[in-house]
């Protein structure tokens, strides 16, 4: 017999935690103005967040500007080589000191009153001062700084002084990282470009869906009709009983697709090398072995999973996925492209045209995503008593040694932990 | 009258071009695909790069570097039926004008234009505003599209997902 459905609807003495009842969750986390404001504040402000890849900072003065939760900040590598993460914020009047996406700098100036900022920070010169002597010292007046975490090149930034250790924090979610960066195929990975587009929608709406499996030949029928047959098959994951998803604590979770790629270092010779890649296959033999040849073709692709890491970013087969929060119904999404940092052009290439079918505003997958997404943003106004599901797999959800819940790709254990975050997190 | 009619003043090849490309626009907002299609020569390029300066759109990412097979695949995406995103697209109208020659000869023409395009979906309208560059072979064929470079003037930030071709 079925157990009943259990969902109490949220009531004006319900909590914001008490909102996510298990595998059921009120509507009104996607359409409810004040969770939004509290989630900035207690998920945003408080955790380790993604702001970069160590390919984007190569060279001493090299940043990007990035958004965490409201507000910006500049992700910059320093004359000693140290990223630092440095509030966009003049600590004289307020105004951003740097408005390009990315670039290489001496320093930064605010263009209100000329005050000007090391690569470290540190306020290094401000015009007349005639008018601060005994008012204030530069030292304590530095942009201000975010604790900063690296693990195989991804860079998370927290304002929470007090954050455990990234690694911590990332805990089993590790091995996956390492497994990710194998797409590299004996070179360093690097992002080669990104798409960018938003949806009308709430930010929870889309980290579900990087775990969601069930959703994949439904949502995404043309892509898988527009690509050759062995990419199809490639992905033809709803009842393969070894594409299993995977909470690995934290809110982190993953999702297998394609089993024999999880581990690209592991080749056991029977996989046939796709059609699709002869052109490469013929022309990285003119310089390089056999071996090396099949490395790179096989993870062309990417990894063979999406690991999805609460509450911003995801590593996803062959890309990351950025989220970042603009309004409790408004998200913007980047999909950052990745390559072979001294690899063969040819296939870094193929990647970026890998990138452009499925990807982005103009993809063959993403528009797809971002129509769902926004119907359920719209779909979630309704029936305020009625909870949004991620109860499947239940049935067959188990416990494996290290702690993992594990269930089939199609199950929606990942959200489960999210959400199981999320709880946490608004709790404190 | 017709477009090219109106274009008197226009030397020749820039009026056939100009007439060709509002052509291209209008079956762009009717999203008549399969006309569409039958504008390009085989190996001509629909290009919307991210990079404002790209012009080796090869060497990098773009959200649209289409050749003949991926333009084949696209229009099927969108008349599937399929395809949500498609199935339920913005209504569309374009205007391109502020035409510029960059190469004019009897048998290539490369013009630059602005395009001003309102989708509309879901109670909002929303902009797409580019500048194109068309370059167009005349021949024995007719006039045949041989590359498209729509250029975003906001092509670095967020979009929003389209259903439609820009």
Known sequence: ?428 | MNNTDSLQGFSEPLAKAIAFIWQEAELLDRKDYASWSALWSEDGHYVVPIDPDATDFAAQLNYAYDDARMRKLRIERLTSGFAMSAADASATVRTVSRFVPVHLSAGLVEVNSAQILVGYKRQAHTMFVANLTHRIRFGAEGAKLEQKVVRLINSTDALNALGFLL
Not at chain 1, 2 to 20: C, G, I, K, M, Q
């Open chain 1, 1 to 428: 017999m079925n157990a009943p459905l259990r969902f109490h609807p949220r009531t004006s003495d319900t909590s914001y935690a008490e909102l996510v009842q298990g595998a059921v969750v009120d509507p009104s986390l996607y359409t409810d103005p004040q969770i939004f404001e509290v989630e900035m504040d207690k998920i945003f402000y408080k955790t380790w967040v993604w702001v970069a890849h160590e390919s984007e900072l190569r060279n001493p003065g090299d940043f990007k500007t990035a958004q965490i939760g409201r507000q910006p900040v500049i992700v910059v590598r320093d004359r000693g080589g140290k990223v630092n993460v440095l509030e966009n914020r003049c600590r004289h009047r307020g105004a951003t000191v740097c408005e390009k996406h990315k670039g290489n700098a001496t320093g930064f100036t605010c263009p209100y009153h000329s005050w000007s900022y090391g690569l470290d920070g540190k306020l290094r010169g401000l015009p007349y001062p005639e008018g601060y002597e005994d008012v204030i010292e530069k030292a304590d007046l530095p942009l201000q700084s975010l604790r900063v975490g690296i693990y195989g090149g991804m860079i998370f930034a927290s304002f929470n002084a007090d954050i455990e250790p990234l690694e911590d924090f990332l805990g089993n979610a590790r091995h996956w990282i390492d497994l990710f960066m194998k797409q590299g195929a004996g070179f360093p990975i690097k992002t080669q470009g990104e798409h960018k587009f938003s949806f009308k929608g709430n930010w929870k709406i889309q980290l579900e869906n990087t775990t969601d499996g069930y959703h994949f030949p439904v949502v995404h029928k043309t892509f898988l009709q527009s690509v050759d047959a062995e990419t199809s098959e490639m992905l033809s994951f709803m009842t393969d009983d070894q594409s299993i998803t995977r909470s690995l604590g934290n809110g982190h979770s993953v999702m297998v697709m394609v089993p024999e790629h999880v581990d690209l270092d592991v080749d056991d010779g029977s996989e046939q090398l796709q059609e699709r890649f002869s052109h490469i296959v013929a022309e990285l033999s003119k310089d390089m072995p056999p071996e090396q040849v099949r490395r790179i073709v096989r993870s062309l692709h990417g990894a063979g999973f999406n690991l999805n890491l609460f509450p911003n970013v995801a590593m996803s087969m062959s890309f990351f996925r950025v989220l970042h929060p603009v309004s409790v119904a408004e998200t913007q999404i980047r999909h950052i492209a990745l390559g072979m940092d001294g690899g063969p052009e040819i296939a870094n290439r193929e990647r970026m045209r890998i990138h452009e079918h499925f990807q982005g505003p103009f993809g063959f997958g993403s528009p797809d995503d971002a129509e769902a997404w926004e119907r359920v943003q719209s779909g979630a106004y309704a029936g305020r008593d009625v909870p949004i599901l991620v109860n499947r797999g239940l049935n067959r959800e188990w416990q494996d040694d290290n702690g993992d819940k594990v269930s089939h790709s199609t199950d929606e254990t990942g959200m489960r932990e999210a959400y199981a975050m999320w709880k946490k997190m608004m709790e404190q």
